[in-house]
């Protein structure tokens, strides 16, 4: 009964997606204010009835209702609870439903908070939102259901893949499809501009809290998928460039290129249609990343064409939606303008550059992840480019953003001097040249990779660090009080770029000075790794509630001292008959150590992967502070303060 | 460019992605022709992997049937094609493996790790064999004579159903 319920609900909610988009563009287009407030009215009950639909099929995980395919497919009454909910979002139909309920929760944000938008400009928004979600709702409704009945019922579902049996599953794929979700609402700001024909930094600065809002969650979702690969698959790597990991990282480079342009034209008034284009390139490829990873069409091709009409409705959804938007800027870029100039030196031009480094460390990342299903949709078989590719074409077209990173938060507007700001940042320059060179030599070893990773990150620091210096220097209380004060917006973009550079140093550290061995250990055996004593105590075996374990025992020690005690397992889930490698990992401050138990070899002995990783939880430390840069710029009252501004303007 | 024209550019790029995502819509791919089928196998010498003093070439193969496989640590359809791999390994069909742009460490752990099913593994570092193979990425299998001439290309993984159909009636026919 439940599951029709839940079904019942989604066609309610496609009902009511339907009435958004009509209601809100007829009003739209009479300028008739019942019309429009029905099409919010419309916003919030499709949310309720998307909501309503999400907790059906929570509640058909929660008691075990085999009858439900889907639920029979990803889930098993030995999995524990939290897994059993987490499993919503484990299969293709249950993450469609996850990433329109995100859609339906975004749209009832913008209901609450756009008050201050012209009547308008906010129903060719809501409009924009709901002919997405109708996209969306249709294709599950025929095409993805999750309700769907496999009448007679199993006795027992065929278990969650026991990869994703993890906290991670928790909370990555929630967090990240907020970041996705959460550029439906800046392209709907983009495209409501482009339908009202007005570009102006008013719209830029509707747009920004909007943007900076999904980035975080993005940023936070790639963050927690990184960590939970580095735990869970035991290969001790934090980034793979896997097709998967790059689709969410593509929407983020553009998505953080978006962020530096809307500040210059919320500004300056400049590069607007460069802005505007950005942010319907921004959840365009939110949308190919849901659907390259949802749809299978990366794993295999051939698991896309056993299902053409998925694949069909999906290419008809994404042509929609972003063909749509993109002729609308083809007919209406022309009568925008150009807006302000600037300088060839200047802020302005200095952030268009980082820009374009940006949008061309995409294009690398879209080549290296779409080349090799190009080549298979042209029947040239299956390949992999790999991390070779990425390392080598990647990290050097983002040099110049990490420079310029620096060197922008001094340049002024409109105009600014090389030479000025060059002597500003001597000393910046001097002491990370100096430290970049001087820091590898006291950690024992001196590559010149190290030294530029080093570089960029000390560059970054410093120059971050040196701009809150001089305006702590015109200041008149407290220093601490003058840090607090600071407008929110600025301390974001500082803990932000901190970040970056705290990220870049996690980078090259992890680089250039992990020790990996790969040994065969009996019990009793020590193995020396990078000063630390790796003793291997022998092994046990326990249950967990739904797999069989082997955990090892090791004892590490520091200069004989006993530091921690290690206990990789090897697990065997039963349901699904598969193995699973559960790393253990004792991370610090300045060092993580990771144990992966690999086979069993002949006698007590096992083959057994030791790591000890430098600054590795830096790299993730990093990213959160990105994160915490952007929750800091959305905090800035200018936002509020601008709003009501902008009501009493309009009003 | 007209100035309006470079307006429509977005959407012309969009189109083109489209158009490769409809074909991929299509079915199996089959394998194509690779210019070097029935042409002599490019030459090489390369360090064995875990022993650099040793070296291979395809002329110390001669008067025998084999096969190269392109591989490399890093890569994920590597991963897929293993079982079959080693199954190919236990019914005697002799593999040498190219381990294409790879860190010597992690090959070697991967092979400790799930079983090497290569007669010998040879070192391709920098890739260059790779260039002269025509190696669009990894994996991919050359089958080759007695007389040392490519007589087939795998790009991708090799499947059961390549193995089946295509690869051992080959190996039977040589």
């Known amino acids: 009964m439940i599951p029709e319920l839940g079904h019942l609900a989604l066609i309610l909610a496609w009902l009511l997606a339907a009435a958004q988009a009509g209601f809100a563009f007829a009003g739209a287009a009479r300028n008739d204010g019942i019309l429009m407030a029905t ?67 975004w749209t009832v944000a913008v209901t609450l908070f756009s008050q201050h938008l012209p009547e308008v400009f906010r129903a060719r928004l809501l409009g924009t939102m709901g002919l997405i979600s109708l996209g969306f709702l249709t294709f599950i409704l025929f095409a993805s259901n999750p309700f769907q009945r496999m009448i007679p019922a199993v006795l027992q579902g065929r278990d969650l893949n026991p990869l994703l049996q993890d906290p991670g599953m928790v909370l990555h794929p929630p967090v990240l499809y ?6 439906s609402v800046v392209f709907g700001f983009a495209i409501a501009a482009l339908l009202g024909g007005e570009l ?155 820009n374009v480094v940006l949008l061309a460390a995409t294009g690398t990342v879209m080549l290296g992840t779409l080349y090799p299903l190009f080549l298979e949709a042209l029947e040239l078989g299956k390949i992999s480019v790999g991390p070779p590719y990425f390392d080598t074409v990647f990290v050097p077209v983002m040099l110049p953003a990490m420079l310029l990173m620096g060197l922008a938060i001094f340049a002024p507007w409109k105009h600014a001097v090389l030479t000025v700001l060059l002597g500003r940042l001597k000393w910046v320059m001097g002491v990370s040249v100096a430290m970049a060179l001087l820091l590898p030599l006291m950690l024992g070893k001196w590559t010149p990779l190290i030294a530029l990773g080093l570089l960029m990150a000390l560059w970054i620091a410093a120059s971050a660090f040196v701009s809150v210096y001089e305006r702590l220097k015109k200041r008149e209380g407290g220093i601490i009080k003058t840090v607090v004060g600071l407008p929110r917006a600025y301390q974001g973009m500082i803990v932000a770029h901190l970040g970056v550079a705290v990220f870049i140093m996690g980078v090259t550290l992890v680089k250039g000075y992990e020790v990996e061995q790969d040994m065969r250990m009996s019990p009793g055996d020590t193995a020396q790794v990078d000063g630390y004593g790796f003793r291997f105590d022998g092994i046990r075996e326990a249950f967990g509630p739904n797999y069989m374990a082997i955990i090892g025992h090791f004892t590490v020690t520091w200069n004989g001292r006993p530091v921690t005690i290690l206990a990789p397992e090897k697990r065997h889930y039963l349901a699904s008959d598969t193995p699973m490698t559960e790393a253990a990992i004792s991370s610090g401050f300045f060092r993580d150590l990771y144990i992966a138990l690999g086979e069993p070899m002949d006698g007590q002995a096992w083959s057994v992967r030791l790591y000890v990783k430098p600054f590795v939880q830096w790299i993730w430390a990093g990213c959160l502070m990105m994160a915490a840069g952007g929750v800091l710029a959305l905090l800035d009252p200018r936002y509020r303060r601008r709003n009501s501004a902008a009501m009493e303007g309009t009003a | ?97 190219l381990d294409y742009k790879d860190d010597e460490a992690q090959a070697s752990a991967f092979l400790s790790r799930s079983g090497n099913p290569y007669t010998i593994v040879v070192v391709d570092a920098d890739g260059r064999v790779g260039m002269d193979y025509g190696v669009y990425g990894v994996p991919e299998t050359y089958v080759i004579d007695r007389a040392g001439i490519i007589r087939y290309k795998q790009i991708g993984p090799i499947t059961q159903k390549a193995l089946r159909e295509k690869i051992l009636p080959l190996l039977q026919r040589l």
Not at chain 1, 178 to 183: A, I, L, R, S
Not at chain 2, 60 to 88: F, K, Q
Request: aromatic share 14%; glycine share 10%; hydrophobic share 50%.
């Open chain 2, 1 to 97: 460019m007209k100035p309006v024209l470079k307006y429509l550019l977005p959407l012309a790029i969009f189109l083109v992605l489209v158009g490769f995502f409809a074909a991929s819509l299509k079915h199996d791919p089959r394998e194509v022709p690779s210019p070097l089928i029935d042409k002599p196998a490019p030459a090489f010498r390369l360090p064995v992997l875990n022993a650099p003093d040793k070296t291979f070439a395809p002329e110390d193969m001669r008067g025998r049937v084999w096969l190269l496989n392109v591989w490399a640590s890093w890569c994920g359809a590597c991963r897929d094609e293993h079982p079959v791999l080693m199954e190919m390994a236990r019914s005697g069909i002799v593999m040498v493996g």
């Open chain 1, 200 to 354: 102006n930094p008013q719209w830029a600065r509707w747009t920004r809290p909007w943007t900076t809002a999904a980035w975080v969650f993005l940023t936070a979702g790639i963050t927690f998928g990184s960590q939970w690969a580095y735990y869970e698959l035991g290969w001790g790597g934090w980034w793979f460039w896997d097709a998967v990991e790059n689709a969410s990282f593509m929407p983020w480079l553009v998505g953080t290129a978006l962020i530096h342009a809307l500040a210059v034209t919320e500004k300056r008034d400049a590069f607007k249609l460069w802005t505007v284009l950005l942010a319907i390139l921004t959840f365009s490829l939110a949308l190919l990343g849901t659907f390259l990873v949802r749809s299978g069409v990366l794993t295999s091709v051939h698991a896309f064409a056993t299902d053409p009409q998925r694949g069909l409705f999906i290419l008809v959804l994404l042509g929609g939606v972003v063909g749509g938007a993109l002729t609308l800027f083809a007919l209406r870029a022309p009568q925008m303008g150009l807006g302000g100039r600037f300088g060839m030196v200047s802020r302005e031009s200095m952030l268009l550059a980082g």
């Open chain 1, 39 to 105: 099409g919010v009215s419309a916003a919030r009950g499709q949310f309720v009835f998307c909501g309503i639909a999400f907790v059906s099929l929570g509640y058909a995980f929660y008691a075990n209702d085999f009858s439900v395919l889907y639920v029979a497919s990803h889930s098993n009454s030995t999995l524990p609870l939290y897994y059993r909910l987490a499993a919503i979002w484990g299969g293709h139909e249950g993450s469609m439903l996850l990433w329109t309920t995100t859609l339906a929760l």
């Open chain 1, 178 to 183: 907020m970041g996705y979700v959460g550029f």
